[in-house]
């Protein structure tokens, strides 16, 4: 026995709330991008911008023609084994990666610190290049924060009458000997932790300088105070 359904033409209209749950879509998931970071990896690399990474603009602008690993020639480890603590002292410029000694960089020399046998790097802003006595200051409080106060030393240093005067005031205060290192001239190859951590340095420096310019839109000129403290921060980080 057939069965009549009768259907209204009210019936028989679609309802718009109806057409459109039919139209939405649900959203497709995409997988992330291998290539770039989470926001968990992106806020946590802007506090310090390290290790490099090649997708960071600050990064890429600041140190793209730098290793960011610092490897260690022979030279360097076989004097950490069969000699005293070694720690190399430079005088550098930071400032724009074309041209860290011209126009671009900043106004006043840096004194580098570099213990050869644990790599750790000191850095602090000069007024002079001269030897002063809050240098030898300095340099003497470095040495003994790595431990090296009452232990035989070498001091490793370039040919600039400057670094060879706060190499000779830091050994007259020190109690245990300083064993005078000296970089023979176009040797640089010799004086390699420090010829490597200034590189590391001015790119981590310029780096920092970037980011910072960028987020607030404004060019900082070379002299100003706060790159004092980032050169400070860039070789504790």
């Known amino acids: 026995e057939t069965v009549r359904v009768e259907v209204t033409e009210e019936q028989c209209k679609t309802q718009p709330g109806e057409v459109e749950e039919e139209e939405e879509a649900r959203a497709p998931r995409v997988q ?3 290539g770039r970071p989470t926001r968990k990896e992106l806020a946590e690399h802007l506090c310090i ?6 997708w960071c603009r600050h990064c890429v602008i600041g140190r793209a023609q730098s290793t960011p690993h ?18 190399s002292v430079d005088h550098c410029f930071l400032g724009a990666a074309e041209d860290c000694e011209g ?4 106004g006043s020399p840096f004194l580098v610190i570099v213990d050869n046998a644990s790599e750790a790097i000191y850095c602090v ?3 002079t290049k001269a030897c002063t006595r809050w240098i030898v200051e300095y340099v003497y409080s470095v040495i003994c924060e790595l431990g090296y106060a009452g232990i035989t030393i070498s001091m490793k240093c370039d040919q600039a009458p400057e670094l060879k005067e706060i190499r000779k005031q830091v050994a007259m205060k020190r109690t245990a000997a300083t064993v005078p290192i000296d970089v023979a001239v176009r040797e640089s190859k010799v004086n390699g932790a420090v010829e490597r951590a200034v590189k590391t340095l001015q ?9 910072l310019e960028f987020s607030i ?8 105070p706060i790159f004092q403290w980032m050169a400070w921060w860039s070789a504790s980080l």
């Open 32 to 34: 992330h991008d291998p």
């Open 49 to 54: 911008h390290w290790p490099f990474r090649s």
């Open 70 to 87: 610092r490897v260690r020639d022979g030279a360097d480890r076989q004097f950490s084994r069969s000699g005293p603590p070694t720690i």
């Open 103 to 106: 126009e671009t960089a900043h």
């Open 125 to 127: 802003a000069c007024s």
């Open 203 to 211: 790119g981590q420096f310029r780096t920092l300088k970037s980011h």
């Open 217 to 224: 839109g404004v060019r900082l000129p070379k002299d100003h």
